[in-house]
């Protein structure tokens, strides 16, 4: 039997109605900045690879290692944030988390080899994903329904951005400044990130709405309860499955632009440009629509444009043509996901009021894990992009088929009618 699909609380209640109007501009950048810190760390050393791998003397391989343990550090510390977050408020662990990322900033600085500079840099993933959690948290405790998506769309043009402006900004500082250099802009930022939450940041989920809370998930059974609905689970695949989309593209982009393509590295920091700049755009129009449109309808018009641009990128893999033309449907599908990540974020936070830290550390964690997975499949199969097309067709299948749970199998032909 198909249970009625969840529909977005659209109005708050007397506290969070008036803590909705704590949502300053002030606030959504540094909420912004949060979102971007762990994404821009991830990607702005990649082109020092080569050189990290000269400089301590190991392969290309160990250097990897760098990555994975970052990613690793993203996933487990939203796990561990998010929850610490629902029980203690957002504050404290957020400035444990800033504080953890500063000084592990410091080791991968001055980290004389590789094993101080992997066990850094899974220290700094774990201080970093405090950011990211808590920050998702604190916009569902201050706004629901379209206020939420608005606001959500708002850090993907600050946050979403990130991942993939940061390889170029990356490209053009490592031969200034050295891989060491890279990443003690890296630590400048969490030194800005330390800062922006002692000046800018209040506390948004007060004691006595903690112990509501606390009281509510007891009276109904234990919060994960809540977290196995089928709105969150299905929201919370959408948006996971359509970032790993972007991942797996930022993941074989200098393969796929340079070596397939033929662009020098600044034809490829144009490329990367581009399509940053179309995904900002769209967050931009999804945000300023979110205020009269339906956002489940947004969400669906996203995942669609998503599908439709990756199946006519296998197509065209298939059919062997030019690998040129393969960067309009890279650009289609990545300027979409401005209508999905924001949008899913918020629907998927929505459903479960009571748990916001807990669901945003799920969120989260599915997010980063994915990401860690698909990085290294887009390489598989040597010089093809073979492998390209598979996982981003993959990755938007499953999120398009988790939109349609989430909605509901009996209202899904209505929306895709509103669609198109």
């Not at 769309?153 to 402006?165: D, L, N």
């Amino acid at each position: 039997m198909t249970a009625a699909p969840s529909t977005p609380r659209t109005a708050a209640t007397p506290t969070q109605a008036t803590a909705g109007a704590a949502i300053t501009a002030a606030l959504l950048a540094v909420l912004g900045l949060l979102s971007a810190i762990a994404p821009f760390a991830t990607d702005l050393y990649l082109p020092a690879f080569p050189q990290m791998a000269a400089d301590l003397g190991t392969g290309a391989t160990t250097i990897q290692l760098t990555l994975t343990a970052f990613l690793l550090g993203v996933t487990a510390g939203q796990l561990v944030f998010g929850p610490l977050s629902d029980r203690f408020g957002r504050v404290p662990p957020l400035i444990a988390g800033a504080v953890l990322m500063v000084v592990a900033g410091v080791a991968t600085v001055l980290a004389p080899s590789v094993g101080v500079l992997v066990a850094a840099r899974l220290l700094q993933g774990l201080g970093g994903a405090a950011g990211m959690v808590i920050g998702r948290a604190i916009i569902s405790d201050l706004a629901t329904g379209k206020a939420a998506a608005r606001a959500f769309s708002f850090m993907m043009i600050v946050g979403g951005v990130a991942p993939v402006v940061a390889p170029v900004v990356g490209g053009v500082l490592v031969e200034p400044i050295g891989w060491r250099g890279i990443l003690g802009v890296v630590l400048g930022l969490s030194v800005l990130m330390l800062v922006a939450v002692l000046a800018v940041v209040r506390e948004s989920y007060p004691a006595e709405r903690r112990l509501a809370d606390r009281a509510e998930r007891i009276a109904t059974g234990s919060p994960l309860r809540a977290l196995r609905s089928r709105a969150f689970l299905g929201y919370a695949a959408t948006f996971s499955f359509a970032f790993a989309v972007m991942m797996a593209y930022i993941s074989a982009s200098p393969f796929l632009y340079q070596d397939m393509m033929g662009l020098d590295a600044t034809g490829y920091g144009i490329a990367f440009g581009v399509n940053a700049l179309g995904l900002m755009v769209v967050s931009a129009v999804s945000a300023k629509a979110a205020q009269s449109r339906d956002v489940r309808l947004l969400l669906s018009l996203g995942i669609l444009l998503v599908l439709a641009s990756t199946l006519a990128l296998g197509l065209m893999v298939a059919l062997g043509l030019p690998v040129g033309w393969l960067a309009l449907p890279l650009f289609t599908g990545v300027a979409s996901l401005g209508l999905v990540l924001g949008n899913a974020t918020a629907l998927a936070l929505d459903a479960v009021p009571a748990a916001a830290g807990a669901a945003s550390a799920v969120l989260g964690a599915l997010q980063f894990g994915l990401a860690a997975l698909v990085a290294p499949l887009v390489s598989l199969g040597g010089a093809t992009v073979v492998p390209l097309a598979a996982v981003m067709m993959t990755c938007a299948v499953i999120a398009t088929l988790a939109l349609i749970w989430a909605l509901g199998w009996r209202t899904v032909g209505a929306r895709i009618r509103q669609t198109v």
